[in-house]
């Protein structure tokens, strides 16, 4: 480019500084892409992050928003949940982050994003209790007032769930 | 049946919510619990894939019976050269006997039975399940087109679930029924499964 346009000193050095100016727009915006409100869909419910960060490996959130994504919480032993541990190697736990989609592919769910919004399946592991022990999973659906029905609030009673749709 | 510790729980699977399916329940002068389930979130706890299903519940939060295709009436809907038929009679027949005797009805499966109907979901479902959820959530969004495309993908990936189609073209009322048509006449299973009330 330079050799082409036979640019002067002066040009170049003007060059230079367009190059600074550019390289620090770029920066600024890597920074945003990797700071990105980022919304997480799990168990019917969106946790929306500030704080995130996506790479090569997937998408990584704080470990300290876990929880609130998907109930499971970092400990020294892996990610745990109840009785259930799920174990994180070093290459899904840098620091205060984890990445969730290595997570989620040592926990056997499924998921799929589109723009900054993730949608995760449900955790294999915890279905064992409803596909081996014929323990019902619970719900919270709300009725037509809008207050969360459990199934667990009708524990005593035999129940008859059952589906329809207006469609 | 309320006064043998009985409850029933129906669960509309309306993402269109309170304004699609509130006027189902206040025609049918609804007595039991009335659940508007935007999400379908019963379906996706017990891997239902048509509406209506039942599944049965004890007192302690066990499962008696899985899904099943749950109808309260008996009938035979002709369409084109095939039929639908609903075995209504035999299931609320079932039913009262299990709410009366409980674990003492043949019709409390056994464990065999259990494990024999109730299993896993396979990769192409857990990935059809992530897209669906995703649709849900870019239509309430207000983002129709990427709605589209996850109801579109979800429908691709796990074609015999009815409520993942039913429930996407139900945004698009003047088309729903050719495309409901078209699928039907394609299936060769029965549109409804056949009862198996007591095993084989």
């Known amino acids: 480019m330079l050799a082409r346009y036979g640019i ?25 892409a990797g700071t990105a409100k980022t919304t997480i869909l799990f168990d019917d419910r969106a946790t929306v992050l500030a704080t995130t960060k996506t790479d090569t490996a997937g998408l990584w959130i704080r470990k300290s928003d876990l929880p609130q994504v998907n109930g499971f919480e970092v400990k020294p032993q892996g990610a745990c949940r109840a009785e259930v541990c799920i174990p994180l ?7 205060d982050w984890i990445n969730l989609t290595g997570f989620a592919k040592r926990a056997g769910q499924s998921w799929v994003s589109e ?7 449900e955790v294999p592991i915890l279905r064992a209790s409803y596909l081996r022990s014929r323990v019902a999973p619970e719900f919270a659906v709300p009725d037509r007032k809008g207050r969360i029905v459990k199934l667990s609030d009708s524990q005593g009673k035999k129940r008859l769930i059952v589906t329809w749709a207006s469609w | 049946m309320k006064d043998l510790n009985f409850e029933i729980i129906a ?10 399916a509130g006027s189902w329940y206040d025609a049918a002068k609804a007595t039991y619990t009335t659940l508007i389930d935007k999400q379908h979130a019963v379906s996706s706890a017990f891997q239902l894939t048509n509406v ?26 002709k369409v084109g050269a095939k039929s639908i038929a609903t075995e209504g009679e035999a299931y609320t027949a079932a039913l009262r006997d299990w709410v009366e005797k409980g674990s003492a009805s043949i ?3 056994s464990d065999d039975e259990y494990e024999k109907r109730v299993k896993p979901r396979p990769d192409n ?3 059809a399940e992530a897209s669906f959820k995703l649709g849900i959530h870019f239509h309430e969004t207000a983002q129709p087109e990427l709605a589209a495309k996850h109801f579109q993908r979800a429908q691709q990936l796990h074609p015999d679930n009815w409520n993942y189609h039913r429930q996407d073209w139900s945004f698009t009322p003047t088309e729903a029924g050719k495309k409901w048509l078209e699928k039907f006449n394609k299936q060769q299973d029965p549109y409804y499964p056949k009862l198996e009330l007591q095993p084989k």
Do not use: C, H
């Open chain 1, 8 to 32: 002067g000193d002066m040009e170049q050095r003007l060059n230079r500084r367009d190059w600074l100016a550019l390289t620090a727009i770029a920066a600024t915006s890597l920074r945003a």
């Open chain 1, 115 to 121: 723009g900054n919004t993730w949608s995760f399946t």
């Open chain 2, 52 to 77: 209506p299903m039942g599944v049965w519940i004890d007192e302690k939060g066990l499962v008696v019976r899985p899904p099943e295709t749950a109808y309260t009436k008996n009938q035979t809907l």
């Open chain 2, 11 to 20: 669960a509309a699977q309306d993402t269109g919510g309170e304004a699609a």
């Open chain 1, 89 to 95: 190697p070093k290459t899904v736990r840098k620091g």
């Open chain 2, 107 to 109: 019709y409390a499966l």
């Open chain 2, 125 to 127: 479902e857990m990935q």
